[in-house]
């Protein structure tokens, strides 16, 4: 259960570096037989991951719960004995006052975190350190375009991952690097045609 600990606080501090607006709701869906027992825990783990990068504070498994509570967010929990691509995968969903926004993970072993939904889009990503999140249309050299910009800065890539719904549409880009970088370098990427929208991550 130590692996779904983990994936549920990273689950929750991915969202949180992506809302916008006051968060509302937080919905945690279990899907698989691990979580046949109390998930209290998990739950838990989850808004930590979540308020502490919402709201750079001090924020633990104590006290986790109860600043939910003080800011009024709804919490709620289901539970399913499978999930259609997944032996055990945990569902959190945002509702903010602007927007809704899901995110799917699982578990491949104790420190292998993966993310493989976000919204509609379906990849299989390492949900784990530094995260440059690119949203783009989905055309030829888009991924040629992005590296390009990091190496041309001297920005190791130590994975990427790609997922789109269908051809020509919205796709979604993640690739895992090993530091932080400038704001300027996410500058330049955001800058590149096609890209909508383009987020670092710090998990």
């Given at each position: 259960?130590?692996a779904?600990?983990?994936?549920a ?7 949180a ?13 279990y899907?698989?037989n691990?979580?046949k ?11 930590v ?6 709201l750079?504070t001090?924020?633990?498994y104590v006290?986790?719960?109860l600043?939910t509570?003080q800011?009024g ?7 399913k ?5 997944f ?6 969903t945002v509702?903010?006052d ?7 993970g ?7 975190t993966?993310i ?7 990849l299989n990503?390492k949900?784990e ?7 783009n249309l ?7 375009r992005?590296?390009t910009?990091l190496?041309?800065h001297q920005?190791?890539?130590?994975d ?12 979604l880009?993640?690739?895992n ?6 704001i ?5 990427i955001?800058?590149?045609d096609n890209v ?5 991550i710090?998990?």
């Amino acid at each position: 259960m130590r692996a779904y600990l983990l994936l549920a606080e990273r689950l929750g501090s991915f969202q949180a570096q992506l809302l916008e607006g006051q968060i509302a709701e937080i919905r945690i869906q279990y899907s698989g037989n691990i979580f046949k027992g109390d998930v209290n825990l998990l739950s838990t783990a989850c808004q930590v991951g979540l308020l502490k990068s919402a709201l750079h504070t001090n924020i633990n498994y104590v006290n986790a719960s109860l600043f939910t509570q003080q800011r009024g967010i709804q919490i709620s929990e289901t539970k399913k004995l499978a999930d259609d691509n997944f032996s055990n995968s945990i569902v959190v969903t945002v509702v903010t006052d602007k927007t809704e926004q899901l995110a799917e993970g699982t578990s491949f072993g104790k420190n292998d975190t993966r993310i493989v939904r976000d919204d509609d889009l379906y990849l299989n990503a390492k949900l784990e350190g530094h995260i440059i999140l690119i949203y783009n249309l989905d055309i030829p050299g888009m991924i040629g375009r992005s590296g390009t910009v990091l190496v041309k800065h001297q920005i190791n890539i130590a994975d990427m991952t790609c997922g789109r719904k269908q051809i020509g549409s919205l796709a979604l880009m993640l690739i895992n690097i090993g530091e932080s970088i400038p704001i300027e370098i996410m500058h330049e990427i955001s800058e590149l045609d096609n890209v909508t929208f383009a987020k670092q991550i710090k998990l």
